[in-house]
Nanobody, 115 residues
């Protein structure tokens, strides 16, 4: 049974930082491209960042490029999203996604940026 479990969300003030984690189990983690998506209220789900393997190539949405960093630790079956300089428009539910032969989603973690 494949599971993706996100953690690390919460409430942060504008300009602050958070680090999201997604622990994967039940799949050959290193074969999968791992991504973070987000969905704000009333908006469609959008891709935030992707990291492939091998090579660990990364790709970011223009809105987060330079502020967010995606990384992965294959030994721990975990992908991370370091989010810096957070702004209110970053408020959303953040979802972990694993994509290769199949596509899997986590249940999401809430990130709220507010003063």
């Amino acid at each position: 049974q494949v599971q993706l479990v996100e953690s690390g969300g919460g409430l942060v003030q504008p300009g602050g930082s958070l680090r999201l984690s997604c622990a994967a189990s039940g799949l050959p983690f290193s074969n999968y491209d791992m991504s973070w998506y987000r969905q704000a209220p009333g908006k469609e789900r959008e891709l935030v960042a992707t990291i492939s393997d091998p090579g660990k190539r990364t790709r970011y949405a223009a809105s987060v490029n330079g502020r967010f960093t995606i990384s992965r630790d294959n030994a721990k079956n975990t992908v991370y999203l370091q989010m810096n300089s957070l702004q209110p428009e970053d408020t959303a539910i953040y979802y972990c996604n694993a994509h290769w032969t199949f596509n899997y989603w986590g249940r999401g973690t809430q990130v709220t940026v507010s003063s």
